[in-house]
Structures are given as structure tokens and as C-alpha cells.
């Protein structure tokens, strides 16, 4: 037992090494900003500001004639304010890591002003750290459930077989990985609490659950899956509401802890902007009445199962939780189909310039269950049949990892791939042929209205 556990330990061990070696010879440290860049500016914005500059309203950016450099992108609220656009959630989780980066910058005669490459390097290092506790929280699920080989396949799999590693390296720092490691921690939670109602139990799953909703407010539905887990059948449903009335002190203080920690968020909207909620994006818009299901999933500008193939296999698996792990099928299943047509209902639903659905890393925790329940059932099955679903998995993980290398050198873009492209590109390292003419540019304009996508300019 001691060697079978080891096997699954030793993986997380390896991800975390390729990890350390892509941050180190990939990812570039220099200039003002560093990884600090895109939405990352905005996501790490309230730490400097209230830490450095003291002065979360932004005013000192206006006439600062200090000796720091810094970054920040805030637009105007209707009375002038000057508002963070994205919830302070991944302020709270790169905490810690800033202030060690602050304190080596200091310590070692860098710019203390929050932007330098000692806070560069702990930000990609906190992104290193929430991916391994989410993998640790995520190999405890599994192993209740499955052979430790079948949790070490599903791990090399979720991290080299998805979008997951980039997110981990090469746009470290993003919500994504942060947000998966939070659902692991959940699930985790979640199943100790039905095991024994308690007060560590409660606390813990309200904490989780609020640091959840105040990183991406969307991710309040992953609270979907502590109320559904183990309902099987209608029955159940009279006997879970019997439970939370009866438990009603615990689901109070998870309650009360959700709202804790959205406290200091809406603190800052009313100093800010003058109201307790404040709407910060503007006009970007979800579209409710039509989720781009089809085109999130299978196109080739930004399909999920395009560029993230066993996916459909975890999805297969999802359904198989029905006969082989009925306590995760319904709040699963739930799960995913809300929280696929909120995600793909947003006017931009490829989520701008980045590689595959990177949305929808934050849910792979639960996919790597699908996946479990998918892998348990063909390692039973014949050889003829068990081994090559086997090679066919490792063949679309060397694919994604090769995509993975395109995407880096410029070899699959950001926001405009084509079929087209992609096949003239396939197998080649760097842009080559008619690539170029073959990209299309998304129609922001109408997507944005909410209208359809007319034809594109080619780059």
C-alpha cells in the first residue's frame, strides 16, 4: 500500500519540477511588468495599491512623482471614483507570496513598488503552490475511489493533457489554476462533511466557498456541488433538507463566512464608487438567451474538446458516475451544464487571447473525477480494447503538449486560429505557409452587442 500510494505522490512531484523548469527557461521576468501583465495587472492591483501606495481609491496615480514604478488599469465609476474592474479574491490568495517579494525586494536593493521581478517571481511561485495543493486535495478525492495507478494517470493527464500546465507557467497568475485548487479543496471538504458534520467541517467549506465567489463571483454555482453531493434519486431530496435543518448552525456559519470575506469587496465599492454593489465591466454583458455551446466546445478558434481532447472522455465518464459513483453523478452533471452555459454566455465566449478554454480549468477537479470513473472502467476491460484507449490518451496528451509549444512560439494564436490554419500549421514548431492569411480576427463589435459574428478580417 505504502509503495502504490507513493506512485501517485511521486507524480505530483514531477508536475511540480516541469513546472519549476518551464517558469525558469520560458517565462520572461524582465521589463516593468513581467508576468504582472494583461488581466494579471488588474487581479493583483489591490495589493500594492493598499500595501504600497496606501491609497486603494488610485488618487495618487494621478500626480505621483515618487520614485516606483507601477501599473494600473482602473476605469471611472459615475461619480469619478477610480474602480478596480475584477473582485478582490486573487489579491487575498497572492498575499503571502507578495509579501515575501516585498521583502527580498527590500532586502536585496530592488524596486520596492510592487512590480519588480522579486514580485514577479512570487506571483509565478504562488501559482506553482495552488496548483500542488489543489493536485494534493484532488489525489485524496481520487484515491477514495480508485487504484492509485488510475489516480497517477488521471493527474499526468489533467495537467499535460489540458490547458491547465500553461496556466500554471506561461500565464501563471491567471484566476484559473487558483480556482481549481479551491474546488479540489472543496470537493474534498465537502465528502469529510457528509462523513461528520462539524464545526472544522463548516468553517473550512464557508472559508473555501468565499475565497470561491470573491476570486470569480461566477464560481458561487461550485456550491452547487456540496448541496447536491450524494442525492441519487428524488428521495433524497426530503432527506438532505432534513439534514440542513437539522445541521442548520453549521450551513449558517458557512453562510456567514461566504459573506465575511465578500465584505471587504463591497467596503470597497461603496468607498469607491458610492454604492455597496457595483457592476465593473462596463458594457461586456453575459447573453443568457444564447450560449455559444458549439462553438466553445468543438471550434477551432477556442473548442474545449479541440484543444483539450480527453475532455470528452472525462465528459463520457461524467455520465458513467450514474452506474459507478452515483453520489457525484447529479452534482456533477448539474454542475457542468450551468456552469457551461454561464461561461459560453459571455459576449466574449473565447475569453480573449489565450490557449483553449481557460475558463473552464477551474471545474477540472471535478473532471478529473469523470475521468477516474472513465480509466476504471477500460483498465477492467479487455486488452484489445483497454490498451489502445490507453495509447490514444497519451497520443492526444503528446498533442496538446505539442499544441502547447505552438501556442508559446507564435504557432497557434491567441484569439484568431481558423481549421484552416491549424492544419496548414499542424506539426510545424513556428508560423509556416499561408498561415497568416488564413487567421480570422473575432468580431469584438458585434459579439460585444450580443449580435452575431459577421465575417472577419484576415490577419
Known amino acids: 500500500m505504502i509503495k502504490q500510494l507513493s506512485i501517485s505522490k511521486l507524480v505530483i512531484v514531477f508536475i511540480m519540477l516541469m513546472v519549476l ?14 508576468i504582472i501583465d494583461n488581466d494579471v495587472v488588474q487581479y493583483y492591483s489591490y495589493l500594492p495599491a493598499a500595501l504600497i ?65 522579486p514580485y514577479q517571481i512570487a506571483l509565478l511561485l504562488s501559482s ?9 486535495f484532488l489525489r485524496k478525492v481520487l484515491e477514495k475511489y480508485f487504484d492509485t495507478f488510475i489516480v497517477a494517470f488521471v493527474l499526468l493527464l489533467l495537467v499535460f493533457g489540458t490547458n491547465m500546465f500553461i496556466f500554471a507557467t506561461i500565464n501563471g497568475a491567471m484566476t484559473h489554476v487558483y480556482s481549481f485548487s479551491l474546488l479540489c479543496v472543496f470537493i474534498y471538504y465537502t465528502i469529510k462533511w457528509y462523513e461528520r458534520q462539524s464545526f472544522r467541517h463548516s468553517l473550512i467549506l464557508g472559508l473555501v466557498l468565499g475565497l470561491i465567489t470573491i476570486v470569480r463571483p461566477n464560481n458561487i454555482v461550485m456550491g452547487l456541488i456540496f448541496v447536491f453531493y450524494g442525492i441519487t434519486s428524488f428521495k433524497d431530496i426530503g432527506a438532505r433538507f432534513r439534514l440542513f435543518f437539522k445541521n442548520y448552525y453549521w450551513i449558517a456559519l458557512m453562510i456567514f463566512c461566504v459573506a465575511l470575506l465578500c465584505l471587504p469587496q463591497f467596503i470597497y465599492w461603496k468607498m469607491v464608487t458610492g454604492n455597496w454593489f457595483y457592476y465593473s465591466y462596463g458594457d461586456e454583458h453575459f447573453y443568457f438567451n444564447r450560449p455559444q455551446f458549439i462553438n466553445g466546445l468543438f471550434s477551432f478558434r477556442k473548442g474545449w474538446y479541440v484543444y483539450a481532447p480527453i475532455m470528452m472522455f472525462a465528459t463520457i465518464g461524467i455520465f458513467m458516475c450514474y452506474k459507478h459513483l452515483k453520489s457525484f453523478f447529479v452534482p456533477i452533471l448539474l454542475f457542468m451544464v450551468i456552469n457551461l452555459w454561464i461561461i459560453f454566455s459571455w459576449w466574449c465566449w473565447w475569453y480573449g487571447g489565450c490557449y483553449g478554454q481557460r475558463t473552464l480549468i477551474d471545474m477540472y477537479g471535478l473532471m478529473a473525477i469523470g475521468l477516474g470513473v472513465f480509466l476504471a472502467f477500460i483498465w477492467k476491460q479487455k486488452m ?33 486560429m481558423t481549421k484552416a490554419a491549424y492544419f496548414e500549421n499542424f506539426g510545424h514548431m513556428e508560423p509556416h505557409g499561408k498561415y497568416y492569411d488564413l487567421l480570422q480576427i473575432p468580431d469584438y463589435a458585434n459579439a460585444m452587442k450580443g449580435l452575431p459574428e459577421t465575417t472577419n478580417t484576415t490577419k
Not at 523548469?21 to 513581467?34: A, C, H, P, V
Not at 477610480?82 to 507578495?98: D, E, Q, R
Not at 506553482?128 to 494534493?136: C, E, N, R
Request: hydrophobic fraction near 40%; proline fraction near 4%; charge should be positive.
Open 53 to 117: 501606495y496606501h491609497d486603494v481609491s488610485l488618487k495618487f496615480t494621478e500626480n505621483y512623482h515618487g520614485p516606483h514604478k507601477f501599473e494600473f488599469w482602473p476605469s471611472m465609476a459615475p461619480n469619478g471614483g477610480l474602480v478596480i474592474k475584477v473582485t478582490m479574491g486573487m489579491s487575498f490568495m497572492y498575499l503571502p507570496f507578495f509579501y515575501a517579494g516585498h521583502w527580498y525586494a527590500y532586502l536585496f536593493g530592488y524596486d520596492t513598488g510592487g512590480y519588480s521581478k
Open 21 to 34: 523548469y518551464m517558469i525558469k527557461n520560458y517565462n520572461s521576468l524582465n521589463g516593468s511588468r513581467g
Open 384 to 416: 484489445w480494447i483497454r490498451y489502445p484507449v490507453v495509447i490514444l490518451l497519451l497520443l492526444l496528451t503528446f498533442l496538446n503538449s505539442f499544441n502547447s509549444i505552438q501556442y508559446k512560439c507564435g504557432a497557434l494564436h491567441y484569439d484568431s
Open 128 to 136: 506553482l503552490f495552488y496548483l500542488i495543493v489543489g493536485l494534493h
